[in-house]
């Protein structure tokens, strides 16, 4: 029953800056690790960044020190705030909600993206 819905995507010219937001509902966001990933037409899809359910943070090497990840467990949402954006950033950016089960392992979770340009 876990929904995630992904916003804030948009046209940035390169340097500037755009807030994602991703809402998660039927669950608490607090038992979930989360992350953003993006794709770019005709590649794979990368991990951008993520952030633990205890709040512990990673970023893939493109992003590091522009982007910052967080969250709100009060509002069940997470953020991506990207700073200085490059062209390569160009994609669609979609949510994931990751719950580590003791008798299964992980569930992954998936929005359905939020697109994002880089116009220079």
């Known amino acids: 029953q876990v929904q995630l819905v992904e916003s804030g995507g948009g046209s940035v010219q390169p340097g500037g800056s755009l807030r994602l937001s991703c809402v998660l509902a039927?669950?608490?966001?607090?038992?979930?690790?989360m992350g953003w990933y993006r794709q770019a037409p005709g590649k794979q899809r990368e991990l951008v960044a993520r952030?633990?359910?205890?709040?512990?943070?990673n970023y893939a090497d493109s992003v590091k020190g522009r982007f910052t990840i967080s969250r709100d467990n009060a509002k069940n949402t997470m953020y991506l705030q990207m700073n200085s954006m490059k062209t390569e950033g160009a994609a669609v950016y979609y949510c994931n909600a990751c719950f580590r089960t003791t008798v299964k392992g992980g569930v992954d979770y998936w929005g359905l993206g939020t697109q994002v340009t880089v116009s220079s």
């Open positions: 952030i633990t359910s205890g709040g512990s943070t």
């Open positions: 039927g669950r608490r966001l607090s038992i979930y690790d």
